[in-house]
């Protein structure tokens, strides 16, 4: 139950102070193909959720500079060298998703906030993004819940757009804490209001 919920929750934190310190044009955007996607009659189902590509960038980039777990512990299977270092067998060895995920090698300007970062890149730069971003972790030891993660996460922000106008209460950016899961300190401030004139909003 912690895993589920703590992490998203404190991911969640994360990606509305980025996205609304990012400024209102991103919120704007989020909002414009919120009511694209899922205003309207009929059902929701996995369609919509793949039509949702800002909502989606979105939570990729606020997980890439803000992963749940900022580091994780791996024992070595096998013998084996990295950039020259020897790990023997049974060696543990810690790993960091907050590092790959700002990793000036994979990321051009890699502490910025920018969504549109995985717009149209370049295969080898894509191919090298696809192994530095690890916020579920990767191949056998990948959080069994990622998938359910990223989905709650794209559709909240981009029903939250639909919905509510946000503005932060301060531009301090929160210190991150947590040994096991990266959460904000005190919170993210926010004042938020109902929107108004907004479309038919589907249940």
Same mark, same amino acid.
């Given at each position: 139950m912690g895993a589920g919920l703590d992490t998203t929750s404190a991911s969640l934190a994360w990606m509305l102070w980025c996205t609304v310190l990012a400024g209102p044009d991103?919120?704007?955007r989020l909002r414009a193909e919120a009511d694209d996607v899922l205003s309207g009659e009929g059902p929701f189902d996995e369609t919509h959720l793949a039509r949702l590509d800002l909502a989606d960038r979105t939570m990729r980039e606020t997980t890439r500079l803000h992963p749940a777990g900022s580091f994780s512990p791996r024992m070595a299977h096998v013998d084996v060298t990295i950039g020259g270092h020897r790990i023997?067998? &049974?060696? $543990?060895?810690?790993?960091s998703a907050h590092l790959a995920g700002r990793d000036p090698d994979a990321w051009p300007d890699p502490t910025s906030f920018d969504p549109d970062r995985f717009v149209?890149?370049?295969?080898?730069r894509k191919a090298l993004a696809d192994i530095a971003w690890v916020p579920f972790g990767r191949g056998v030891r990948n959080c069994v819940g990622f998938a359910l993660a990223q989905m709650e $996460?794209? $559709?909240?922000?981009?029903?939250l757009s639909q919905r509510l106008d946000i503005e932060a209460t301060t531009p301090t950016k929160? $210190?991150?804490v &947590?040994?096991?899961v990266n959460r904000p300190d005190g919170g993210v401030p926010?004042?938020?209001n109902q929107r108004l004139h907004?479309?038919?909003?589907r249940r």
């Open positions: 991103l919120w704007m023997p067998r &049974g060696t $543990l060895v810690m790993w149209d890149m370049a295969p080898e $996460l794209t $559709l909240i922000i981009a029903r929160p $210190l991150a &947590g040994m096991v926010m004042r938020v907004r479309p038919d909003v």
